[in-house]
């Protein structure tokens, strides 16, 4: 069966794009790895090219439809999705932009070659991808990679038929969770609005561009330490890191103990509601949950760490993730274009109220054996797309048990985000050092 020419978006591809067009930021997601010696740069870019047909939403281009937003496949001199540079600067600019889903392809990438061995990074459009297909999309470019070594002529096996809409995880639902569902979802809307002030970083709106990351790398030892001081608390590194951007947000925004103690983290519904983790195709499958200690910080890091670590536990009881699919049959009877009125003006009431929660997403671990491209990284990790101010949203990934900390910003914020985020390792347990 051949690629239609034309592939329909789901519910998530459209969401990404109308917070794109809300103004809240550039949703692109990326994947860094150091290598110790050199890849084939030709390999790599044929490789880079199969995979536009293996997986063939990542060879299209988003029409944004004013009803209903389509992908558009892209045709052969618009393919090209790879760049070759020995040019640090270069490799950078390429690194701190975003990616354009209405020009295409949404799988972009940069080997950058270095006499202490490459660096290359992957770059996806969020509107076709969360961080948990970012993984995905890495592990099967190494295994074609690896397998052209031997079969320089082969050709990759498009997957037509895998399903990237949210039923696929909803198969998984009993009827009888409907219910719970709808009430949990009453319950985060009222535990988000009363009151509606939320304590955030206080970040001066400016200009869009240019764009950086901040990137803190948290050595292996002590990751450790770390993971070891949650165990004995029967928390773990995700409620530990919680805990200490909490108390970094507390001191860096100056808390009057009035707005209320919330968070904006991710959950990947993959690793929840799927066998073997797996969805059928590349797409989006995290959402949202918003912790909230209300006013109750704890008196140290420890009780801090309990408060997120219990109310953590209550919601991973009751259908972890699931609340807001209530929203989807709503947004589902508008078209595009009145649902992109209705998200500007969400975003407008959120800063004028100040009721919107700083973000920390949980992006994973990346395995070492899926991004062996011959040898495998010295170092890899993940950045989460950028987002302007007011808002903020930062991340973490894990890899060889080092865990890195970043955040997508404009240039006029980064010193903001590096003090912020350089609180958030004082908190942590073990030594102060950290690598950059």
Known sequence: MSIPD???????DRLLLLMEASGVGRFVIQMEMVFSASLDA????????????AEPVLGCRMVPDPKLPYWQRLSGVERKNFSFTTNENDYVAFRNQGLNCSKGPQLQ??????????????????????????KDIAAKLSA????????PGYKTEPNLAGCRDFGQIMHHVPLWAYPVIFVNFM???????????????????????PLTYIIRHIPAKRMEKIKQFGKARDATINDVIAAAYYRALVKEAG??????????????LRRWYLPDEKAESICNLSVYEYPN?????????????????????????????????CLVPVLKLLSFESQVKLGVKGVAYLIKKKAFPNALTNMG????????????????????????????????????????????????????????????????????????
């Open 6 to 12: 034309r592939i329909p978006s789901v519910y998530f």
């Open 42 to 53: 030709e390999r790599l870019m044929t490789a880079l090219d199969l995979m536009l047909d």
């Open 109 to 134: 990438a940069c080997l950058f070659r270095r006499a202490q061995g490459d660096k290359l990074l992957l770059k996806v459009a969020h509107h076709v991808s969360d961080a948990g297909g970012v």
């Open 144 to 151: 074609v990679y690896n397998r052209l070594e031997k079969e």
């Open 187 to 209: 319950r985060q809307n009222w535990s988000n609005t009363v009151p509606a002030s939320t304590l955030h970083l206080q970040l001066p709106q400016g200009p869009t561009a």
């Open 255 to 268: 808390w009057d103990n009035k707005a209320m103690l919330r968070l904006q983290t991710t959950i990947d």
């Open 293 to 325: 200690l209300g006013r109750n910080l704890g008196k140290d890091f420890s009780e801090t760490v309990d408060l997120v670590s219990r109310s953590t536990k209550s919601r991973k009881n009751s259908w972890f993730g699931l609340t807001d699919v």
């Open 365 to 436: 671990e990346i395995k070492k054996q899926s991004v062996r491209f011959g040898i495998e990284p010295a170092r890899a990790y993940l950045l989460t797309p950028f987002v302007f101010p007011p808002f903020f949203g930062g991340g973490m990934s894990m890899y060889q048990g080092e865990l890195t900390l970043c955040g997508g910003v404009p240039v006029h914020v980064e010193k903001n985000i590096d003090r912020f985020y350089q609180t958030v390792v004082e908190n942590l347990p073990g030594e102060a050092c950290i690598t950059n």
